[in-house]
Structure formats: structure tokens, C-alpha cells
């Protein structure tokens, strides 16, 4: 096979991350845009997602479509209420103190990760995709009669890959309209740019920051729940896709939710794409290696403004 159908199919698997990467991303951006909070404990709410689907599709059992359906709904669901309460029990009380913040969702992190490791084990255990098939992919070349289109041997991929792409955009563009054109994006709009001036025209500045909380825990359960099909749940599941949301939120600016999903989309592809060709190791290294340039050269990231 020719370099470029490898590339194609790299970009795809690449694509594939970078979905999932942006709705963890979304999250972690989200609280911290309206919150000012770092969340050390946002890949542990993404592990329990995946945690969830498998226990809630082993329950449901039946055709994998009916198990799948019912942990897309309740995971994300049960994660965010488990955060919202985490906020207002925990970080609340602390009057959302930058340091002693990071601390406690640290002390969250290890919780939910010794809880999870005490009720559901060590064993890495894979949720039934509801649907799989596989879909050839055509290429396009150019020979003596012109450009041709033919489909190589070994060039596809999966109904349920693309699926996870388009539910994802979908997702993140539900995510735009609510922040953009609805009363609950207002509102949160508004307690980010001044929580004082928020509380003084009756906003509930507390509910506004525990539904935040438990809305970017949530995102973070629907990524996974969408991706454990492809890879398995396991309790250690969350560390990777914590440093890489905060690379992507980092890169994307810190707070602007159009920069995090361009940085994802960058991030996720490049991914895909040198794990390919080269190894995994080495797609983290240079990821790290721009944010390394980005904090040189522009602190604010891509989208972020800088603080005056």
C-alpha cells in the first residue's frame, strides 16, 4: 500500500482521539473558564464513565444497542450528579481557593480511583460496540487513463469509529448552543467574567458553579463511554487523558472553549498519525514539546487573552 491510504487511515484513528479528546478537553476548559478551578480529579470522573458503562451494559445485558443506549444516558448522568456533590460538599467549603482546590480534587482523584479499584478490580474489561461493521475505504490515484478510484486491501475501518466522530461533533456544537444562545450560557458567561457583580444581581453563584462542575465531570464520562467500546475500562484509564486535556486546554487557552476543541483536533490527529508512523511515546513527547513552545512564546495559548 502507498504512503498516502496509510496516512487517510491514520488521520481516521487520529480523528477517532481527537473526538474523545475534545469532550474531555470541553469539560476541563468549562470549569476552569467559569470556575478557576484546575480539576486534578477530571481523568478519574472519565474513568468512572467508562467504569459505569460497562457495570450499567452487563446489567441491562440483551442486544449490545440496549446496554450501550442506557450507560450513554445514565454514566454521564451519574458522574456529573457524583461531581456536583463533590462541589458542594468539598471545593464549596473552600471557598474555591486556587491551591487548596488542586489539593482536594488530588485527594478526589485518588478516592474514586481506590473506590473503582476495591469494587470493580484490576481486570480490564471491554463494553459490546452496538454496532461494528467494517467499511472499506476507497482511494483515489492517478494512472495512464487518469485518476482512478479503487479500495486497497486492508484500508478500512469501522461504522462505529465514524459514529464516535459525529456524535462527538455534535456534542461539543450542543455544548456552543447552550453557552451561546440560551439562559444557562448567560448565566455562566456572566459569573466568569465577575462572580461579585453575578451575586449582586441574584445570580446563585454556588448552584451555577456545582451544575459547572458537574457538566465538565459529565463530558468527561460521555468521551469515555464512547471510546470504552474501542478500548477497554480499566481503573488507570484517566491519567492519560488528563495530561492531554490539559495540554490541549493549556494550548487551546486556558477558558476559551474554540481554542480547546481546535487544539484537540491538532493534538488528537498528530496523535493518531505519528503513533502510526513512529510510536505513542513519541507523539506525547512532541505534544509536550508544544506546550513547552506555547508557554515560551505565547502563555495566553491560541485563543486565551492576556491577563491585564
Known amino acids: 500500500m502507498e504512503f498516502g491510504p496509510y496516512l487517510m487511515l491514520a488521520s481516521l484513528e487520529g480523528a477517532v482521539t481527537a473526538a474523545v479528546l475534545a469532550l474531555t478537553a470541553v469539560g476541563l476548559s468549562l470549569v476552569f473558564g467559569v470556575m478557576r478551578v484546575v ?4 481523568g478519574e470522573f472519565y474513568m468512572l464513565g467508562a467504569v459505569l458503562a460497562w457495570w450499567i451494559a452487563t446489567a441491562v445485558g440483551g ?6 443506549a442506557a450507560a450513554l444516558v445514565i454514566a454521564p448522568l451519574l458522574v456529573g450528579l457524583l461531581a456536583a456533590a463533590a462541589d458542594m ?3 464549596k467549603r473552600l471557598d474555591y481557593d486556587p491551591e487548596r ?6 485527594g478526589i482523584l485518588y478516592i474514586l480511583q481506590q473506590v473503582t479499584l476495591m469494587t470493580y478490580g484490576p481486570d480490564a474489561r471491554p463494553v459490546e460496540p452496538p454496532f461494528n461493521t467494517r467499511l472499506a475505504l476507497p482511494w483515489i490515484e492517478r494512472g495512464d487513463g487518469g485518476w482512478q478510484l479503487y479500495w486497497p486491501w486492508g484500508l478500512s475501518t469501522t461504522s462505529y469509529k465514524l459514529a464516535v466522530i459525529g456524535a462527538a461533533a455534535a456534542v461539543l456544537a450542543g455544548v456552543w448552543a447552550v453557552m451561546a444562545r440560551t439562559r444557562l450560557g448567560l448565566v455562566m458567561r456572566a459569573t466568569q467574567l465577575d462572580r ?5 444581581f441574584g445570580i446563585p453563584v454556588d448552584r451555577v458553579y456545582a451544575a ?3 457538566i465538565g465531570a459529565g463530558l468527561a464520562a460521555l ?3 464512547l471510546i470504552v467500546p474501542i478500548q477497554q475500562a480499566h481503573y488507570l484509564m484517566g491519567g492519560d487523558p488528563l495530561l492531554l486535556s490539559f495540554i490541549v486546554v493549556i494550548i487551546g487557552g486556558l477558558g476559551s472553549l474554540p481554542g480547546t476543541v481546535l487544539a ?3 493534538i488528537g490527529l498528530s496523535d493518531g498519525i505519528i503513533s502510526v508512523f513512529f510510536s505513542p511515546t513519541l507523539a506525547k513527547i512532541l505534544a509536550t514539546l508544544l506546550v513547552a513552545l506555547v508557554l515560551v512564546f505565547r502563555p495566553q495559548g491560541l485563543f486565551g487573552t492576556r491577563a491585564a
Open 39 to 42: 480539576n486534578v480529579a477530571h
Open 63 to 68: 442486544h449490545p444497542a440496549l446496554g450501550f
Open 89 to 91: 460538599t468539598i471545593l
Open 101 to 106: 482546590t488542586i489539593v482536594a480534587t488530588i
Open 196 to 200: 461579585d457583580m453575578a451575586l449582586a
Open 212 to 214: 459547572v462542575f458537574g
Open 223 to 225: 468521551g469515555a463511554v
Open 264 to 266: 484537540a483536533v491538532l
